[in-house]
Nanobody
Framework: QVQLVESGGGSVQPGGSLRLSCAAS????????MGWFRQSPGKEREGVAG????????YADSVKDRFTISKDAAKNTTLYLQMNNLRPEDTATYYC???????????????????????WGKGTLVTISS
């Protein structure tokens, strides 16, 4: 059984930065597709960034060139999301998720990508406000 625990959320001003972390326990290894999703009140959950089992990454258009997804290179047990130049519209609860390793990173940011994921964290709140 895989467990995912997010951390690093908080409140920052527009233009600021945050780094989210997701600690994975149980058997995860490098075989899983991993990604970050987010959900704002009244909106559907959307895929933000994904990284597949060979390290390829994909991003939603709204976060390209601002967010960077990465994994701990040594153990593949920690997932990160570096978020720069944050905007008020980035305010959301951010979730870490893991899915089957044969999916590509684009699955995370594709429509309905959340349905491909098997395991979810409980989320961490990010608030961007002046």
């Amino acid at each position: 059984q895989v467990q995912l625990v997010e951390s690093g959320g908080g409140s920052v001003q527009p233009g600021g930065s945050l780094r989210l972390s997701c600690a994975a326990s149980g058997y995860i290894g490098s075989r899983y597709l991993m990604g970050w999703f987010r959900q704002s009140p009244g909106k559907e959950r959307e895929g933000v960034a994904g990284i597949d089992s060979v390290g390829r990454t994909s991003y939603a258009d709204s976060v390209k060139d601002r967010f960077t997804i990465s994994k701990d290179a040594a153990k593949n047990t920690t997932l990160y999301l570096q978020m720069n130049n944050l905007r008020p519209e980035d305010t959301a609860t951010y979730y870490c998720a893991a899915g089957p390793g044969d999916w590509t990173s684009g699955t995370v940011v594709a429509p309905n990508g959340e349905y491909a994921m098997d395991y979810w964290g409980k989320g961490t709140l990010v608030t961007i406000s002046s």
